[in-house]
């Protein structure tokens, strides 16, 4: 069978519901295919997924270069572009790649040999819908994911993970993290995140400071999942930590303002995603246009302690 190679989104949430979707491809094509990853990925992709790698670098022209050479060089038949911006398809039109299959958005059908209607991006179903598309094969509902094993770090084991960040923007913040903490009087606590959810961590860490373990922009990709492997829950915002713990498995309540879980829900059965019909909601805008975020504000602490006690009992039950 001719190989082929598959562009992965640079959104790490994105990038995992990619993921799910090519580790079921069918096995007589899971053998012929490797994968182009962004380069601050790579190592988070290694530890998920056993297929062969190439690391896409395009921080100069360069290093872009250098990327085009690895695929000219692996006479790939087919390029599968998940991504659909422009600068993807100029790339891999620049590769040689005969077969560039993806959606011909943003001006870029002339660059793909094997273009599909932009329609097929339609946030009315889950982005895995269009990633099955893409990849020419069935699909697969996000509930039927299982999770993928990872070994867990036993330091935070059993405790409860809140991801309070999102890269996005604040209509993608729930506010009551903190207000939620008083609630888990009798659980440990883990803050994960970045280097700029670092104020969020510290608001929060002030309600219950001998049993919040702060370690916002402490941790690798990798290093995050192995403390969510052992936890009992991840409590996030749609944010791409929050899909991170749905990929391994791992019980999550995601906790959506803007977006719609309609269209990024968190992978497998353990996941609840959380959010409120609002008139304006879901607008997908990083700022909200009316000065208020009721979609996250109307979400209450209490909601969704409740959630994860279900989640609780559901998970002793079984």
């Known amino acids: 069978m001719n190989s082929s190679i598959v562009l992965l989104p640079n959104w790490i949430g994105d990038m995992l519901l990619a993921l799910s979707m090519v580790t079921r491809l069918a096995e007589n094509r899971r053998s012929n295919t490797t994968l182009l990853v962004p380069e601050q990925m790579v190592g988070l992709v290694s530890m998920l997924c056993d297929l062969p790698r190439i690391e896409f670098v395009r921080n100069n022209a360069e290093a872009r270069k250098q990327t085009v050479k690895a695929l000219q060089s692996g006479r790939f038949h087919t390029l599968y572009l998940l991504p659909f911006s422009f600068s993807s398809a100029w790339f891999a039109m620049k590769t040689g790649v005969p077969v560039r299959r993806g959606l011909s958005k943003e001006m870029r059908r ?30 697969c ?3 039927e994911w299982n999770g993928i094993l990872v070994t867990p770090d036993k330091t935070y084991s059993d405790s409860i993970v ?6 996005y923007g604040p209509a993608k913040k729930w506010p009551y993290f903190s207000e939620l903490a008083k609630l888990h009087e009798c659980y ?19 309600i219950a400071p001998g049993r919040i373990t ?10 995050a999942a192995a403390i969510m492997s052992g936890a009992r829950v991840v409590v996030s915002n749609d944010s791409g930590l929050m899909h991170l713990a749905a990929y391994i498995g791992t019980p999550v309540i995601g906790l959506f303002g803007s977006t719609s879980p309609v269209w990024t829900r968190p992978l497998g059965k353990r996941s609840i995603a959380m959010n409120l019909v609002e008139p304006c909601a879901p607008c997908f805008d990083r700022i909200c246009r009316y000065q208020h975020y009721r979609c996250l504000e109307n979400i209450t602490p209490v909601a969704v302690a409740k959630a994860i006690e279900d ?5 002793k039950f079984k």
């Open 188 to 206: 440990n606590i883990v803050l994960l995140g970045t280097l700029q959810d670092r104020q969020s961590a510290l608001e929060i860490s002030r």
């Open 311 to 315: 989640l609780f009992r559901e998970e």
């Open 162 to 167: 809140y991801c309070p960040g999102a890269a």
């Open 110 to 139: 002339f660059l793909l040999t094997d273009p599909l209607s932009g329609s097929l991006r339609d946030k009315s179903h889950h982005i895995t819908r269009e990633y099955a598309e893409i990849l020419d094969m069935p699909y």
């Open 141 to 143: 509902p996000p509930e």
């Open 214 to 223: 702060d370690l916002t922009g402490k941790t690798s990709l990798a290093e």
